[in-house]
């Protein structure tokens, strides 16, 4: 059985321009809320998703947002704990490295921009929530998740059919912040660009170690080079 490797950073010039400019357009849009509050050019947009979604705190849908909201918070880094554990445990602490250091980054980077653009969650939130609305810190992790995944579990060959699903569990999370009404829709925007966008740019600055990682992991599957037999002739 060959073993697990962690996957190589994108060779496209385009990914590492978008992981550098997507958060500082965030950043961007940041400021923009500081200068003017409550009144984004994109609030109405805002207000007519906020109006859309919702329903009564029971069903189905609510108990899935619970669960997403759930996951978002303590029991998600409890969950994250365990996997870097079973990373350590096959002797994968580049990968370890990575997962924490992915996650670290993300946390600093929702945090800040949370800081610059101070902007107020809806007044009918129906969760408990703290620290501001922008950006949306459980669409962020989840969205830093999915890239973890990508890049220490998922083998390259099924990479492509991966992407869509990491794609369908962010806007899953960031559909259940807004079902809530815990964030506006452009909130739980911001927070995924972000976390999709910090977690690549770690992916970029750890290549060496999972480069070097994916090669010890590779050589030791190699299978061993062909002794020539007794009777073989060696060529010169």
Same mark, same amino acid.
């Given at each position: 059985?060959?073993?697990?490797?962690?996957?190589?950073?994108?060779?496209?010039?385009?990914?590492?321009?978008?992981?550098?400019?997507?958060?500082?357009?965030?950043?961007?849009? !940041?400021?923009?809320?500081?200068?003017?509050?409550?009144?984004?050019?994109?609030?109405?947009?805002?207000?007519?998703?906020?109006?859309?979604?919702?329903?009564?705190?029971?069903?189905?849908?609510?108990?899935?947002?619970?669960?997403?909201?759930?996951?978002?918070?303590?029991?998600?880094?409890?969950?994250?704990?365990?996997?870097?554990?079973?990373?350590?445990?096959?002797?994968?602490?580049?990968?370890?490295?990575?997962?924490? !250091?992915?996650?670290?980054?993300?946390?600093?980077?929702?945090?800040?921009?949370?800081?610059?653009?101070?902007?107020?969650?809806?007044?009918?939130?129906?969760?408990?929530?703290?620290?501001?609305?922008?950006?949306?810190?459980?669409?962020?992790?989840? !969205?830093?998740?999915?890239?973890?995944?990508?890049?220490?579990?998922?083998?390259?060959?099924?990479?492509?059919?991966?992407?869509?699903?990491?794609?369908?569990?962010?806007?899953?999370?960031?559909?259940?912040?807004?079902?809530?009404?815990?964030?506006?829709?452009?909130?739980?925007?911001?927070?995924?660009?972000?976390?999709?966008?910090? !977690?690549?740019?770690?992916?970029?600055?750890?290549?060496?170690?999972?480069?070097?990682?994916?090669?010890?992991?590779?050589?030791?599957?190699?299978?061993?080079?062909?002794?020539?037999?007794?009777?073989?002739?060696?060529?010169?």
């Amino acid at each position: 059985m060959q073993r697990m490797t962690p996957n190589g950073f994108p060779k496209s010039r385009l990914a590492l321009a978008l992981a550098v400019l997507v958060p500082l357009g965030v950043l961007g849009d !940041a400021l923009w809320i500081r200068l003017a509050p409550g009144s984004p050019p994109w609030q109405g947009l805002d207000d007519s998703w906020n109006d859309l979604v919702g329903g009564p705190a029971d069903g189905l849908r609510w108990q899935l947002a619970q669960l997403l909201n759930r996951l978002g918070g303590e029991p998600g880094l409890a969950l994250l704990a365990i996997a870097v554990v079973a990373l350590l445990i096959a002797r994968r602490w580049r990968s370890a490295v990575f997962a924490c !250091a992915a996650v670290a980054a993300t946390s600093i980077a929702v945090d800040l921009v949370k800081r610059v653009g101070e902007r107020p969650r809806p007044l009918d939130v129906m969760v408990d929530t703290g620290s501001w609305a922008f950006p949306s810190g459980h669409a962020a992790r989840m !969205a830093v998740f999915v890239v973890i995944v990508a890049v220490v579990w998922i083998p390259a060959r099924h990479l492509r059919a991966w992407w869509p699903v990491a794609v369908f569990l962010t806007v899953l999370m960031m559909g259940a912040r807004t079902w809530q009404h815990a964030h506006w829709l452009t909130d739980t925007v911001g927070g995924a660009a972000v976390g999709w966008a910090v !977690a690549a740019l770690v992916w970029r600055a750890c290549t060496p170690l999972l480069d070097r990682e994916r090669a010890l992991r590779e050589a030791v599957d190699a299978p061993p080079a062909e002794e020539p037999g007794a009777g073989g002739e060696r060529l010169s």
